[in-house]
């Protein structure tokens, strides 16, 4: 039962333009979501995260989206430049503190210069 | 660098054996989380480890087996290998629980090939 989606398992961007990367979700329970960025060849790093008390959390860049009535949260990267090429895996938690993380399976992201 | 070590990076192996992934997580870090990788698959949670005791458990397999030691580096443990066994490891490491903004910081990951 995968409990953390992501549907799309590509996308392809132009550079300097928007990324928007989707992820739903099923348990409702869960109340802290994270996103993490893997580059070939590495573990993955930590990017992004947001409470399920809040709906929008910004870092530069990148602009985590939640919206709990639809179970749905997103990643908004922009402008995307080439370094943005990844995978990027959404996760989820079920309290902050709580030690374990359910990962979806991962939406690979080209940049096109 | 993300300061967690995983050895070997790289193990090709026959069914049927065993074999040891290794994990030093980051300076200060009392929590060790494993996780599997299949092809076209997100990350599974295996097992978490948390100053030497064991905190949680995901979807391990009976074969499977880890421990932390007091040094707290961690070991994990794949006996009677499988095909399907073949997959990236991961280990990851926290400050406590799950960190101050909650992120889990990630080895290169394990390779693990079975023939």
């Known amino acids: 039962d995968q409990q953390v989606k992501q549907n799309s398992p590509s996308l392809s961007v132009q550079e300097g333009r928007i990324s928007i990367l989707n992820c739903d979700y099923t348990?409702?329970?869960?109340?802290?979501f994270l996103w993490y960025k893997k580059y070939p060849a590495e573990g993955p790093t930590f990017l992004i995260s947001?409470?399920?008390?809040?709906d929008k959390n910004e870092d530069g860049r990148f602009t985590v989206f939640l919206n709990k009535s639809a179970k749905h949260l997103s990643l908004h990267i922009v402008p995307s430049q080439p370094g943005d090429s990844a995978v990027y895996f959404c996760?989820?938690?079920?309290?902050?503190?709580?030690?374990?993380?359910?990962f979806g399976t991962g939406t690979r992201l080209t940049i096109i210069p | 660098d993300s300061g967690v070590t995983q050895t070997p990076k790289h193990l090709i192996t026959a069914t049927g054996q065993r074999v040891t992934l290794r994990c030093s997580p980051r300076?200060?870090?009392?929590?060790v989380y494993w996780y599997q990788q299949s092809l076209d698959q997100g990350l599974q949670f295996l097992i978490q480890?948390?100053?030497?005791?064991?905190?949680a458990k995901g979807n391990i397999l009976e074969r499977f087996s880890a421990q932390q030691f007091p040094d707290l580096h961690s070991e994990l443990n794949l006996s009677s290998l499988e095909l399907g066994d073949s997959a990236l490891y991961f280990c990851?490491?926290?400050?406590?629980?799950?960190?101050?903004?909650?992120?889990?910081?990630f080895g290169e990951g394990s390779r693990l090939t079975v023939l």
């Open positions: 996760a989820a938690c079920l309290n902050f503190g709580n030690e374990k993380l359910t």
């Open positions: 300076s200060g870090d009392l929590s």
């Open positions: 990851a490491s926290s400050v406590g629980l799950l960190g101050l903004t909650g992120e889990l910081f």
């Open positions: 480890y948390y100053n030497g005791e064991e905190r």
């Open positions: 348990n409702s329970m869960f109340d802290y």
């Open positions: 947001i409470s399920s008390i809040k």
